[in-house]
């Protein structure tokens, strides 16, 4: 600890078993709360239930220091300062871990995760003779190897420069956790790699034996197009037979329909004619209607119980068994009425007779106008001719009945507008009758010429159907030409570029014998050289081929860095503003790949230029220097979006 308050803190802690202030009042009463069933004591006060609660504190409170470096004089001065925190402790060092804990959790952690190299390794005779016959003894053999080397190489460094590298046990599991996620990720990349050759390949073997059995179909569719062909001559002939024969009706079935339509026309003229006549005898017609509408039932009723109705009454009723051609007691002679006129002596036995009949006047609104004739008018011209058959004498004489007077008068007014348009109703009758044989005829004549325009309907349907089929084959025939030529130019194309595909097969197969190797070293430079100058990397890296010699492991030869940083990358980068230098480089790889979060010594800040650059491209990236007082809130405001941020101006004593 390079702040003692911490540790006054903590000796204050174990000496008394609190420290004062940390607990507020109201948190204090809620311990005692819990601590009074624990005090064998009744009734016991804040004294008491405060030293219970510091004696537990005492008994139960466990502090675990951990020392990296070892005991020394630090650790000699604070503990003569802070006496308790050594008081009654238990001192535990752990040594470096021995090479068979090492192996042994390589072999482990490398458990089915490279079956392809064991090929490789039977291929090695060298390999054989070390006792390390699979893959993941190799592996696990050359992680301890490297890690214990790292770990001298780290006292070496330590006594040149003065400068203290750790080695953990941490790092070794953090290289293993590094080589298997990229061995896995690289695996899966050339596995995609030869998997797409490989369906290149395929499909270019495919298009082989598509364009044969494509030039076989496009012989046996040229057959069928010639017998389609044929047959569309076949059936063009049958349409035009069929189509002069439908001309014919057709021009047949248009001169019966003229002629109708001329009939049509005539009909329709006399029929307009008789309608006007008819209309002239509509308001004589309407009139009786509404007078039948006049009498009550209370009227008739009422005529039931005279014994002997008036004499105009009794004429009335004569009237309508006339037009109802029912029996009349005509008269015997001529009487005079009261105002000195001659008149009809009425009867009543038969007009009493229809009168009690409940249906009465149901009869009469119902009443057959179209039946009168000539008779009924001459029966009927006398009562008419009379001075007192009218309305207004009728009324007077027998109140609502006297619309039986009016429906006399306009019954007989309809039939003579009726008689007159008799002989144009005749000749209306005859000619509809010879419209109806006329149309029935069309009729005929439309169904024949529909039975023949349904089988030339048919046969062009035919004819369309097979001009159709014919067009798809001449689409299905052009289209598999189409088809062949594109197939036959691509194959021609990828002729060069299958033996470029059978080359790549071939690096890929190698790339795949060296992924071992290569995977290894960059997780030895990703976990181990970051802490290390470059001469010391440089040293690392070569201890790693030289153990992959020794254990007889392909690799890619480090004469360059493209095993670690490919050339593109390094390209991006320099244009990113990087400078060109190995160590630069190798700084940018370790940036951009390690697990751990980045310290850059970077005094002429030609590293936090690049790397803001770099980062810029992925999104916004958050900055705060150190010596800001709110530096805290961007970090925690980038946490809390996921962004990334840079912290400039740190200073030995990191906050």
Known sequence: F??????????????????????????????????????????PTHADLHACYRQRVRENIHIVLHCSSGFGSLVRNQKIKFPALLRRCVVNIFPAWPTEALIATAREQFKNL???????????????????ADAQSILANHASHMHAFVEKLAAQYHKESGRQVLIPPGDFFQYLSIYRARYSEKAKSISDRQDSIH???????????????????????QVVLDRAAQELEVLLSGIKVQADVAAEQTTK???????????????????????????????????????????????????????????????????????????????????????????????????????????????????????INDEHCELL???????????????????SLAGLCTWIRMITVYHTFAKAIAPKRQRLAIAESQLYKAKI?????????????????????????????????????????????????????LNGERGRWLSQTTVNIELQKRLMGDTARLAAFLCYCPAFNQRYRQRILEE??????????PYTSSSSDEALIPQELKRTWVLEGLPTDDQSMQNASIVTQAVRKVLLIDPQGQGVRWLNNNLSKRGPVYKTSITKVNWLKTVTQAAREGKPVIITDVRNDVP
């Not at 803190?9 to 009074?36: A, C, F, P, S």
């Not at 369906?199 to 598509?210: M, Y």
């Not at 011209?381 to 109140?399: H, K």
């Not at 790693?544 to 492991?553: C, K, M, T």
């Open 2 to 43: 390079e702040n003692d308050s911490v540790l006054e803190l903590i000796n204050i802690l174990l000496t008394t078993g609190e420290i004062v202030g940390l607990h507020q009042k109201d948190d204090l009463e809620l311990l005692y709360d819990d601590l009074t069933p624990l005090v064998k004591k009744e009734n």
């Open 114 to 132: 490279c079956p392809n190299v064991s090929a490789v390794v039977k291929q090695s005779g060298k390999a054989q003779k070390t006792g390390h």
């Open 199 to 221: 369906n290149g390949i395929n499909v270019l073997e495919q298009a082989r034996l598509d364009v044969v059995e494509m030039k076989r179909s496009l012989g046996d569719k």
């Open 253 to 371: 079935v248009e001169e019966t329909r003229n002629d109708l339509a001329y009939q049509a026309t005539k009909v329709q003229r006399e029929k307009d004619e008789a309608q006007i006549q008819l209309a002239a005898a509509e308001p004589s017609l309407k009139a009786a209607e509404e007078a039948l509408h006049t009498i009550r039932p209370e009227d008739i009723a009422t005529l039931k119980r005279l014994p002997n109705p008036p004499p105009l009454i009794r004429r009335i009723m004569d009237g309508v068994l006339l037009l109802r051609s029912f029996p009349v007691d005509f008269p015997a002679g001529w009487e005079t009425d009261t105002s000195g006129n001659r008149v009809l002596k009425p009867s009543w036995a038969q007009g009493k007779a229809m009168v009690t009949d409940f249906r009465f006047l149901q009869h009469l609104q119902e009443f057959p106008k179209d039946t």
């Open 381 to 399: 011209a006398p009562y008419l001719l009379m001075e007192d058959f009218t309305v207004e004498r009728a009324s007077s004489a027998c109140g």
């Open 441 to 493: 005829l069309l009729r005929k004549s439309e169904e024949e010429l529909a039975s023949k325009q349904t089988v030339l309907d048919e046969m062009r349907s035919k004819f369309q159907q097979a001009l159709d089929d014919k067009t798809v084959l001449q689409n299905d025939a052009e289209t598999t030409r189409r088809r062949l030529s594109t197939a036959q130019s691509l194959i021609s194309g």
């Open 544 to 553: 790693v081929e030289s153990d992959f010699d020794n254990l007889a492991l």
